[in-house]
């Protein structure tokens, strides 16, 4: 605990106090006799270092670039791999468990051993790894790197410990997975096929063991070879040669025929009896010729299941083989049953599929029930059981990308009654004819945590759709939908507005703000535009009212004190230059130039909306003098004030929704007054526009050059919520200035938060993109002038101090612009709730101006002890409810006022202000600077909070160096600074968001949300929240088959893999072969994280665990001899059975 004491002796206007060297911080305005003037300001901070702790909880969505799928039939649980080195688990709703490879490589296969808690993963850099699922979070055991040949298929029995792994050679090893080190027996391709086959057969594209017989393995190469090895005799059985290549096999239980699936579209199905030529071939989808000849070539099957059924004839899955002739036709995964025929088509490329049976052993009828099919884009899983084969309702949120995410909304410790409403509401628009089966993948289990409160997070698309998802106790749910293009009518050809958006997405989401309290949702469109809903539980029919702004800014130069550029007029003038010169096709002619008209063209209608969020109110920027509006940057919203702010580059919007009128539009160097704090340049807009018109090509390029050079941190807005989903990557290859004019669009094709890379100027020397990013951006005040227009970057309505002299605080809007300028707006509002709907409300600037270095990203107010002061908020109440005659609706107010009083003088409060290089704590209203503090100077902040975490609060910054800090207040003291997460690319920028509590999410790719924790009790609480991979289950066993069938060869026959693989009878295998790496999720690495304070008992643990471990082992040695010993006595019963009619000599 620490406790800061301030002594605020002679507050004047001339002799401000000076903390710490902080630049004096002052209003021009007024002198403060009437102000409050507390002699000392004593805030008690409560949080330590000790409270903070970043670590990754939770990924939801469908794994981005998908390419193994895998399933354990025992364990029902699921695994996914994909081209980033990561592995998804699924199990029932809540088990949900991603893994990473430190290398990064692609995962080609997946294998689990099943009903052992363990799965092998075979990687893109030819590495075998071995993960215990034995444990929350999963770890690699062993991994074993293979230095001479590239894997191609791996194949892993039931209930053996021997994995089958063939290579680009056209080589088999077999890996011990115990050990996991590589046996002695080796089948060569060479000895595979036979001596006198002049062609290399190809790499080996599958491995499996004849269900007949384990001792035999099918090996299929890919030029077309089959062959069956006799692991015994070590010699081939036969070897079958077919034209066209293989892609997989797949046998028929009872291990007297297979088919293969073959590059030409055909199936082909072979008896063990006769392996000259298969006794059947098929084109399932090919056109059959009249005159009896080989029916035409189709695409490639890439694999087939052949799966029995008791009561039926068996199905034949496969994916792929459709015509050539059939162009663009969709991927489809056919279904062969019978006579029937059934082609499911797929929304996307099929990347696997498994199909799911009720057995485990490959020598059973497999009885399938459901197929599992991975694609690029979703996953889904086919009911078998049902003739018309629907699917099963997906539990897991793998449609989060259904459009791409653009903008990213937290919200933690909501009112406990807004998801059951959302809820409630959402399931009336859920798609039907699912199966009314249950969820295949049921395995693994969960429970609900201790400390769970309600959490939403929302996203918004390009598709100008906003999602709703229940977020609560790590999982996530979706809760309701909204599409807000139905705000707009649709884009019609011709249209001279919107006739060049129609291949576009005008209704991407850009931003958007949320209060749960009032439910009031605002949404920020691509086109410049703001909707504003209210929710209600009751369909109403109503007309949207449309306000359209004319935003215009007559752009003046800002100068610093200290900079005399040269090229000032040129950079402005290319900025607002014509996409063509004067006299190409595309110039502006005056009869063709737009003015005053929206991008959008609102719904004049009546319009029935459902229960749920109902638009009321839609604000448009208009086109001003051919030239589009610029896009909103920052947006605020509050309920109590009945009001909406909204800015961009040319200045601020506010909005009295109640009244549905706008109070005050005016560009930001008006804002300032008298006060403007840097000297403008003031030019003539069009005479730069003339100037400009006639740039040549070369000049172009120079100054583009110079532009990239002095650009300012938010002249893309990549800092937190004032971003552009569509801003463009400049500084790429050739520099050229993008110009447009009245005849280019506004807009280009929405690219979402999700695939935004970054792209920036190349630095002079050989860096990093992460020391690239950071140094592009500028890091001083006077380079941030040299951007043509002083965007507003945030918005914040408060109680707050708008003068010196006020006594009480009141209405009070925060602008921050960026040039680290915060401008303060006194509001006018009245209190009477009939005068509210009829009298005006005043909105005025101060003349209050404080700066800061870079600019500014958020706000905070706490009181003098410290806690942070909630935004004032309107109870919710539903619009559309029937009105009561005996209980009239009143609005009812929640304010939260940093004064106890509004008779009496306040006390003052501190103000946070932060800023992409700096913080800042003022005190109003004397609006002097207490602490101050350089959050980076090499880089600088993306993303920063005011957050309550452990009963109290603290600032929370996330860095473009990946950097997350934590810094107390009011006293801005470092409490955490971890290099947590690099700045791969502009998605995890523009979607990062802290929330209350300690958790905080980004897109960590198109598809997938991540969540992290930085509060020690909320990493030290994950390991419950978790769900368990691994339930102990027993093994179903194996069904006896009838004495005839036994006699007559039709069971299986088993044989020790360890007397053919182990080193006593097949040796060691070269060292230089493969390397054997060991894991860090054994004892081992236990050992090296035991240490500090609990080493102590984690040695203790780790003993312990070590004896358990030697007791295990000690069992399993002891039900292995068991079990050598059971099989000794029934061989040696066998041998006395066999011997015992025999006379003496016929031995």
């Not at 599992?372 to 899983?381: N, P, Q």
Request: glycine fraction near 6%; proline fraction near 7%.
């Amino acid at each position: 605990m620490k406790k800061f004491r301030k002594v605020l002796d002679g507050l004047t206007t001339s002799s401000p106090v000076n903390i710490g060297g902080a630049p004096l911080c002052s209003s021009t305005a007024g002198t403060p006799t009437a102000a409050p003037t507390p002699r000392e300001i004593e805030v008690v901070e409560t949080l330590v270092s000790e409270n903070f702790q970043i670590c990754k909880t939770v990924r939801h969505g469908f794994p981005h670039q998908p390419t193994a799928l895998a399933f354990d039939p025992v364990q029902k649980i699921l695994a996914i791999g994909s081209r980033t080195g990561g592995v998804r688990i699924l199990g029932r709703p809540g088990v949900d468990c991603y893994c990473q490879h430190d290398s990064g490589a692609a995962v080609l296969q997946l294998q689990f051993l099943i009903n052992e808690g363990a799965l092998v993963t075979a990687c893109a850099d030819d590495t075998l790894h071995l993960w215990n699922l034995r444990q929350k979070r999963p770890a690699i055991l062993h991994s074993l790197k293979f230095n001479r040949e590239c894997i191609t298929f791996c194949h892993l029995p039931f209930q053996s410990k021997w994995l089958y792994v063939g290579t680009e050679r056209g080589n088999t090893h077999i890996v011990n997975i115990e050990s996991f080190v590589l046996s002695g027996y080796v089948i060569m391709w060479n000895k595979a096929i036979e001596l006198s086959t002049k062609t290399h057969p190809g790499p080996v594209v599958h491995l499996s063991d004849s269900p007949r017989d384990e001792g035999k393995l099918l090996i299929g190469f890919e030029s077309g070879t089959v062959v069956q090895w006799d692991l015994r005799a070590k010699k081939a059985d036969f070897r079958i040669y077919y034209d066209e290549a293989i892609h997989s096999v797949s046998w028929h239980h009872e291990g007297k025929q297979f088919m293969c699936s073959h590059s030409d579209g055909s199936l082909t199905t072979w008896s063990l009896r006769n392996t000259a030529k298969p006794f059947q071939v098929t084109f399932p989808h090919g056109k059959t010729q009249r005159d009896g000849r080989k029916p035409e070539s189709c695409k490639p099957i890439l694999k087939v299941d052949y799966k029995t059924t008791r009561n039926s004839e068996p199905f034949i899955i496969f994916s792929g083989g459709l015509s050539y002739d059939k162009a663009n036709r969709r991927p489809t995964l056919t279904i062969m049953h019978g006579k029937s025929i059934t082609a499911l088509e797929m929304d996307h490329p099929i990347v696997e599929f498994l199909t799911l049976c009720e057995t485990p052993y490959a020598n059973e009828v497999q009885e399938p029930y459901a197929v599992a099919v991975l694609l690029e884009k979703d996953f889904i899983v086919v009911d078998l059981t049902q003739s018309n084969y629907p699917i099963f309702e997906n539990p897991y949120p793998m449609d989060i990308h259904e459009s791409p995410v653009t903008c990213t909304a937290y919200f933690a410790d909501c009112p406990p009654e807004i998801i059951p409403v959302l809820y409630s509401i959402g399931a009336k628009h859920k798609k039907q004819g699912y199966s009314h089966k249950e969820w295949p993948v049921s395995g693994g289990t969960w429970t609900l945590g201790a400390q769970t409160y309600p959490e939403i997070i929302i996203t918004g698309h390009a598709d100008g759709s906003i999602k709703f998802w229940d977020a609560s106790a790590i999982t996530l749910q979706m809760l309701y939908k909204l599409k807000t293009s139905k705000v707009f009518e649709k884009p019609k050809v011709g249209d001279g507005r919107v006739a060049e958006l129609v291949e576009e997405d005008p209704f991407a989401v850009q931003m958007v703000s949320w209060c749960p309290q009032s439910r009031l949702l605002c949404v920020v469109g691509i086109s410049a535009h703001v909707i504003l809903y209210r929710f209600s539980r009751h369909d109403a029919t109503t007309e949207i009212t449309a306000l359209e702004v004319r935003l215009q800014c007559d752009v003046e130069e800002p100068i610093s004190p200290s900079e005399t550029d040269a090229n000032t007029g040129l950079l402005d003038a290319s900025l607002h230059s014509p996409q063509h010169p004067p006299g190409s096709p595309g110039s502006a002619t005056p009869d063709s130039v737009r003015d005053s008209i929206p991008c959008l063209r609102v719904k004049n209608r009546p319009i029935r909306m459902p229960p749920g969020y109902q638009a009321d109110l839609v604000v448009q920027l208009l086109w001003v003098d051919g030239e589009p509006p610029q896009q909103i940057t920052s947006l605020d919203i509050n309920s109590a004030y009945s009001l909406l702010a909204l800015g961009n580059c040319n200045g601020l919007v506010v909005v009295d929704y109640l009244q549905k009128n706008v109070l005050l539009c005016m560009s930001t160097l008006e804002l300032y007054g008298s006060n403007d704090p840097y000297q403008r340049l003031t030019r003539s807009p069009r005479k730069s526009r003339q100037f400009a018109a006639g740039l040549t090509e070369l000049t172009d390029n120079q100054v583009s050059l110079e532009l990239d050079r002095s650009r300012s941190p938010t002249s893309d807005h990549v800092n937190g919520h004032c971003t552009s989903p569509t801003s463009q990557p400049y500084g790429a290859g050739r520099p050229k200035l993008n110009r447009r004019g009245p005849s280019r669009p506004p807009f280009r094709k929405v690219q979402s938060a999700a695939c935004m890379e970054v792209s920036l100027p190349a630095p002079h020397t050989e860096e990093s993109r992460e020391n690239s990013f950071s140094r592009s951006r500028s890091s001083s005040v006077s380079s941030i002038d040299r951007e043509t227009k002083e965007a507003v970057t945030v918005l914040r309505f408060m109680e707050s101090y708008a003068h010196k002299v006020d006594a009480v605080p009141s209405a009070c809007l925060w602008v921050g612009t960026s040039l680290g300028v915060v401008l303060v707006i006194a509001l006018s509002i009245p209190t009477d709730e009939e005068e509210r709907l009829e009298e005006p409300v005043t909105v005025m600037p101060s003349g209050t101006v404080l700066t800061i270095k870079g600019s500014v990203l958020t706000f905070g107010s706490l009181d003098c002890n410290g806690s942070l002061v909630s935004i004032p908020y309107e109870v919710w109440r539903d619009p559309h409810a029937p009105e009561d005659p005996d209980c009239p609706r009143r609005r009812k107010l929640v304010n939260f006022s940093p004064s106890t009083s509004q008779d009496t003088p306040g006390e003052g409060h501190l103000a946070v202000v932060c800023s992409e290089k700096q913080a800042k704590v003022f005190f109003m209203p004397a609006q002097t600077c207490l602490y101050v503090h350089h959050i980076t100077e090499t880089s600088f902040v993306l993303r920063a909070d005011v957050v309550s975490v452990y009963n109290s609060v603290c600032l929370a910054c996330f860095c473009a160096n990946g950097h997350v800090m934590m810094l107390s207040l009011p006293s801005l003291r470092p409490l955490l600074d971890v290099n947590f997460l690099p700045l791969t690319d502009m998605r995890i920028a523009r979607t990062f968001c802290f929330a209350e509590g300690g958790q905080a999410l980004y897109l960590s790719s198109p598809t997938e949300i991540q969540r992290i924790a930085y509060s020690q009790d909320m990493c030290d609480s994950l390991q419950e929240m978790l769900g368990e991979l691994f339930t102990p289950v027993e093994t179903p066993e194996a069904q006896n088959k009838g004495f005839l069938k036994g006699f007559f060869g039709g069971n299986a026959q088993t044989f020790d893999r360890e007397e053919l693989f182990g080193e006593a009878a097949a040796g060691k295998a070269s060292r230089s072969l493969a390397q054997h790496i060991p894991g860090q999720g054994g004892l081992e690495g236990m050992k090296a994280a035991a240490g500090g304070v609990v080493g102590d008992l984690a040695r203790a643990r780790m003993a312990a665990e070590e004896r358990g471990q030697r007791l295990g082992e000690l069992e399993e040695r002891t039900a292995l001899m068991m079990s050598s010993a059971e099989m000794f006595s029934k061989h040696a019963h066998e041998l006395m059975l066999k011997c015992k009619d025999k006379k003496w000599y016929q031995f």
